[in-house]
Structures are given as structure tokens and as C-alpha cells.
């Protein structure tokens, strides 16, 4: 077991014992375009850079550097470690004198107890950071923190490089401003195990007639090929412009980079209050609106994506049971429309109870079975078995929280990650006793699409 708390001022490493000096400075901007700010970081903290923004499109965050990571390959106690270790390094934080608090950004994968695939390398099972450079964008509101941790005493010279870091980066954001960005040219697309994943299906299908599982979601992958370099920056250009009503979100390490644009919220802390969405169930948009209140119509009463959505509702309702000391929970679904699909989804809010948190919550709540299935324990071993494909950071969350004990994560579904200059997208589906291999085929195929489109191809037209 490795269990990695580190700073990343040079190959320094410490530990969680340490004790700690933290600087942080804080200014409040007129106006700065989030997109400007992570473009302006690419040449100093290349494969050090994250954008998140909430589907409301209220608060936006962009890190550029790292001034604190959080890694774990501790399968059980992952949750915690990241809690722990968060809260040590927040009592040294002076946060009455600032008006923005730092925020601590990351992800987990969807199942540490399977072996990584190679383009997943780059990517920890627990991977958080705090960074350098943090931009918020809140209710119109913007500021930029700058922060440092060091074990020695901080000077007034470092500090006073890092204002002057911080503020050439506010330069070239306000004067380059935005780059011009195109989509990629995709040289070839290759898809992953086809047949090893329709053979799934049926293997599945008959362990769930067995009464072996009631629901296990399978996915599958695409791998993209181009003839030019594929950037953070050119994908955040294209899934904004295309997926604005959705979570948007890009973690860079290294060379590599996970992206996405998913409709999924796992949950949200506000104020000591939770928010969560069960969100299961899916069908295609209409090319009209007759069509596509038809389709909606189809949904909304079709018994086999009820069931999926019920068992979401289900698990949900129980984790706020355990960790809400009150909550509510409309009678049925309604729909959740976005660009290439539209989905069940009921919204579900609680009040914590005093020992709960945010990241508790995210443990309880992954995966959902809108993602892993139900029974939760037992789908998870029939998906190690059967599943033909390395999920990596597909499906699993990500997100914020700050100091307060507020953020938010989402499932990172409708993602793809960028290793080697090539693409790798994810879809799946919820495998129930009367799923035909083929239907499930054509359904990924949706849900490809909008990572696919963001990468300039198509699939069926």
C-alpha cells in the first residue's frame, strides 16, 4: 500500500504530520474570462491545471499549479485520507482574513480494486489538489487566490514571486485573451471490444434471469486517433461552446487529461444542506418538438427505464437516510433534457446531520446504480468479471470542496480521456433481465455523441 501526502514546490515530500506554514492572498477582479486564465497557465503549469463549472453555471473554478496534492492507493480508506488530510492543512490557514477560501479539487476512480488499464497509468485511485493559481467565479463574483505550503517559514520574497507570478498571469489572460481553437481531425476510430462487450451483455443478462443481480450497468470504449496534437485547451473551447447546459470539467496530470461535460450531479453541500439527483433512464432527443415530446412521453412510461431509475431513487433515498437528519423526495421523475439525449431524474435535498460530510456522502453515493447497479456489492464483481474495458476516472466523481465543508462532485459520465494523443470515450448501460445486446449497442452509441462531437466526428449521422 502506498499512501502519498506531498507538496509540490520541487520533489518535496511531506508528511501528514508536518507541521505546516501557508500562505495564501487573495484579489477580487472587475472581469476575467476562466477560459483566458487556464490558457494563460499552459506554458508554466502544463499537466498541473483543472477547470470545473456547475451545470447552473453560478460558480466556475480554474487551478493553475499545485500547491498541495492529496494521492491514495488505499482502496478503503480513500475517503477518509482525503478528509484527514484536508482538515490538517486547513488549521493552518488564516481563513477569517480572506473572502475566498481555498478549494481542494479531484477525483476518485471508479473501482480501485481493478488493475488499471495503461492509458489510465497517470491517474492515482485518489488524486486531490489545492492549486498555486485558483480562480472563482461565483455569482458574478471573481477572485484570485494565490497559495504556497512549506514546511520552513515562507518569506517575503516568495511571496512576493508568487504575486508577481500571479499577476503576469492576469496579464497575458486580460491581454492574449482567448486562442482560436478548431476541432480535430480524427484519423481513425476504433471500437474497443466490440464483441467481447456484446458477449457481456448476454452473459449478464442471464445472471440477472438467474436472480444472480437485479441490474449491472456495462460499458464499453472508443479509441480516437488524429493527425495533430489534441490540447486541454481545444476540448474546453468545445465542450463550452456545445454543452453548456451540463458539469464542465478538465483534470490535467502530466501529459495526460480527463475531460467531460456530464448531466450528472452526484451531490452538492451547501450550508450543512445536501443536493443530490437520481438521474437513470434515457432515451434520444426528437428532431422536432412533437417528436421529441413523444420520445420524452416513451420514457417517462416505459417500465424497463423505470426500473432502472427506481433503483437510483432507492439507493439514494438510503444514503440520505443515514446521513440527513431530514429530506425530500418528489413522488416520481420528471426529464432531464440536454443537447444529444434526455434522461429520468428526480431531485432529492436533506439537511446533514452533524457528523456527516460531504465526502462521506460521495462514498455512500458511489457508485450509484445508475452507474454500477444493484445489488451495489454484487453488480461491482459481475462489471470486474464481464466488463471488457478499464472504466479509469469514467463514472466516477469529481469535484470540489472548500474549507466549510461545502462543494459539489458529479459522475463523470458523457468524458473522455486524452493519453498519447489519443482519445479514449465511455458509455454504458443498465443491463436488466430483458436487455437485447444490440439495443444496449445502439444506446452507448447515443451517449457517445457528445465527447464524439466535441472531437469533430460522428457516429450514425
Known amino acids: 500500500?502506498?499512501?502519498?501526502?506531498?507538496?509540490?514546490?520541487?520533489?518535496?515530500?511531506i508528511e501528514q504530520t508536518a507541521k505546516l506554514s501557508f500562505y495564501m492572498d487573495t484579489l477580487k477582479m472587475d472581469s476575467l474570462s476562466p477560459r483566458a486564465f487556464y490558457e494563460a497557465g499552459a506554458t508554466k503549469f502544463q499537466g498541473k491545471r483543472f477547470f470545473w463549472q456547475n451545470r447552473e453555471k453560478t460558480f466556475t473554478l480554474v487551478g493553475l499549479g499545485?500547491?498541495?496534492?492529496?494521492?491514495?492507493?488505499?482502496?478503503?480508506?480513500?475517503?477518509?485520507?482525503?478528509?484527514?488530510?484536508?482538515?490538517?492543512?486547513?488549521?493552518?490557514?488564516?481563513?477569517?482574513?480572506?473572502?475566498?477560501?481555498?478549494?481542494?479539487?479531484?477525483?476518485?476512480?471508479?473501482?480501485?480494486?481493478k488493475t488499471p488499464a495503461e492509458e489510465w497509468q497517470a491517474f492515482p485511485e485518489t488524486y486531490f489538489a489545492l492549486a498555486t493559481h485558483q480562480l472563482v467565479i461565483r455569482n458574478e463574483q471573481i477572485f484570485i487566490s494565490t497559495f504556497y505550503v512549506s514546511e520552513e517559514p515562507?518569506?517575503?520574497?516568495?511571496?512576493?514571486?508568487l504575486r508577481n507570478e500571479r499577476d503576469e498571469l492576469l496579464h497575458s489572460a486580460q491581454v492574449?485573451?482567448?486562442?482560436?481553437?478548431?476541432?480535430p481531425q480524427i484519423t481513425q476510430t476504433i471500437e474497443r471490444h466490440k464483441e467481447e462487450y456484446l458477449q457481456s451483455i448476454e452473459n449478464v443478462t442471464a445472471l440477472i434471469k438467474q436472480q444472480q443481480a437485479d441490474k449491472v450497468v456495462i460499458a464499453r470504449s472508443l479509441a480516437l486517433a488524429f493527425d495533430g496534437d489534441i490540447t486541454s485547451e481545444m476540448m474546453l473551447a468545445q465542450i463550452t461552446a456545445e454543452q453548456p447546459e451540463s458539469y464542465l470539467f478538465i483534470f490535467e496530470n502530466g501529459q495526460d487529461f480527463f475531460f467531460g461535460a456530464s448531466p450528472e450531479r452526484l451531490v452538492m453541500v451547501k450550508d450543512h444542506d445536501a443536493y443530490s439527483s437520481c438521474v437513470a433512464g434515457s432515451i434520444k432527443r426528437g428532431s422536432t418538438k412533437e417528436q421529441d415530446d413523444a420520445y420524452g412521453s416513451e420514457l417517462l412510461n416505459d417500465a424497463k427505464n423505470l426500473q432502472e431509475h427506481q433503483y437510483v431513487v432507492d439507493m439514494i433515498r438510503q444514503?440520505?437516510?443515514e446521513?440527513?437528519?431530514?429530506?425530500?423526495?418528489?413522488?416520481?421523475?420528471?426529464?432531464?433534457?440536454?443537447?444529444?439525449?434526455?434522461?429520468?431524474?428526480?431531485?432529492v435535498e436533506g439537511q446533514l446531520k452533524d457528523d456527516a460530510s460531504i465526502l462521506r456522502m460521495v462514498k455512500n453515493l458511489h457508485p450509484t446504480p445508475a452507474l454500477g447497479g444493484a445489488p451495489r456489492g454484487r453488480a461491482m464483481e459481475v462489471i470486474r468479471q464481464y466488463e471488457p474495458t478499464d472504466r479509469g476516472l469514467y463514472a466516477a466523481p469529481i469535484g470540489w470542496m472548500n474549507a466549510a465543508g461545502d462543494g459539489e462532485f458529479a459522475v463523470a459520465i458523457r468524458s473522455a480521456l486524452v493519453h498519447d494523443n489519443q482519445a479514449y470515450l465511455y458509455a454504458g448501460g443498465g443491463i436488466v433481465a430483458d436487455s437485447n445486446p444490440e439495443s444496449e449497442y445502439e444506446e452507448t452509441l447515443v451517449k457517445f455523441r457528445p465527447m464524439l462531437r466535441a472531437f469533430g466526428g460522428t457516429l450514425h449521422g
Open 323 to 347: 446521513n440527513c437528519a431530514n429530506y425530500t423526495l418528489p413522488e416520481g421523475p420528471q426529464l432531464l433534457k440536454i443537447r444529444d439525449i434526455q434522461h429520468l431524474f428526480t431531485p
Open 176 to 183: 492574449n485573451g482567448l486562442a482560436s481553437h478548431i476541432k
Open 66 to 113: 499545485h500547491a498541495y496534492t492529496v494521492t491514495s492507493d488505499d482502496h478503503k480508506n480513500r475517503y477518509a485520507f482525503v478528509e484527514d488530510a484536508w482538515q490538517n492543512l486547513m488549521q493552518y490557514a488564516d481563513l477569517d482574513a480572506h473572502e475566498q477560501q481555498p478549494i481542494f479539487f479531484g477525483s476518485y476512480t471508479f473501482d480501485p480494486a
Open 319 to 321: 444514503s440520505f437516510d
Open 1 to 13: 500500500m502506498n499512501q502519498q501526502l506531498s507538496i509540490t514546490n520541487g520533489d518535496h515530500h
Open 154 to 161: 515562507i518569506t517575503e520574497e516568495k511571496k512576493q514571486s
